[in-house]
């Protein structure tokens, strides 16, 4: 079974100040990790993904992950928060291989104040 | 570039009725997935369609029930419907080619409201 721990359900930054959320992960076998961003009454938009290739992954809106498996870790960061981030980000694991279901962590608030 | 479409993006019922979602993937993916978010919860996974055959089942009450079909559309269907059923219903579907690494791309979902 896998599972993703994210901590801190609530973060604030100011504006311009760096993003750093975190996301740790329990899996039995490699996993594949993905951060997803939800701005409010939206769908589900991905932001990056670690599929066992690059373990530093880049994603969209600047912002990037690094999978680090010695710590279990995959956080999300971005160097310049912007009034625009805002918003509730998710960590999910699924297991490799083709047609696996994600699960999510509970999610972190984003918060950018002026 | 296609998305994931969801229809119909609102939906109001009355506790006890029935309610039917429908999901078209993106064009080529092979597998669907249902997923339900409460309020304020994270979205949980609730069954899934590869190549129109049911691949996993998670969470799913068995009021409901859901299929892919010959034209790789999905729809959920939910009778009995309760109050504790309202919830965003988001509709995800991946290629399980190589280089694809299961990336689930979501539709904007649908809000069902139980009265």
């Known amino acids: 079974a896998q599972s993703v721990t994210q901590l801190g359900s609530h973060v604030s930054v100011s504006e311009g100040a760096l993003v750093l959320l975190r996301c740790n992960y329990s899996?039995?076998?490699?996993?594949?990790l993905f951060w997803y961003v939800q701005y409010p009454n939206q769908g589900l938009q991905l932001l990056l993904k670690?599929?066992?290739?690059?373990?530093l992954v880049k994603g969209i809106n600047g912002f990037e992950a690094e999978f680090k498996k010695s710590e279990t870790s995959f956080h999300l960061t971005k160097p310049s928060a912007h009034m625009s981030d805002a918003a509730e980000y998710f960590c999910?694991?699924?297991?490799?291989?083709?047609?696996?279901?994600?699960?999510f962590g509970t999610g972190t608030q984003l918060k950018v104040e002026l | 570039a296609a998305g994931v479409i969801q229809s119909p993006r609102h939906l109001i019922k009355e506790k006890r009725e029935t309610a039917t979602l429908k999901c078209y993937p993106i064009?080529?993916?092979?597998?669907v997935y249902w997923y339900q978010q409460g309020p304020g919860q994270d979205p949980q996974f609730l069954i899934s369609?590869?190549?129109?055959?049911?691949?996993d089942k998670g969470s799913i009450p068995d009021r409901f029930s859901a299929q892919q079909f010959s034209d790789y559309h999905s729809e959920l269907n939910m009778s009995s419907l309760e109050l504790g059923d309202s919830a965003l219903y988001f509709c995800?579907?991946?290629?399980?080619?190589?280089?694809?690494?299961?990336?689930?791309?979501f539709g904007p979902g649908t809000r069902l409201t139980v009265l």
């Open positions: 995800a579907s991946s290629f399980t080619g190589t280089g694809e690494g299961n990336t689930q791309y």
């Open positions: 899996s039995s076998v490699p996993p594949y």
């Open positions: 670690y599929t066992s290739a690059a373990t």
């Open positions: 999910a694991v699924t297991l490799t291989g083709g047609g696996n279901k994600l699960t």
């Open positions: 064009p080529r993916h092979d597998t």
């Open positions: 369609f590869y190549e129109k055959m049911q691949s």
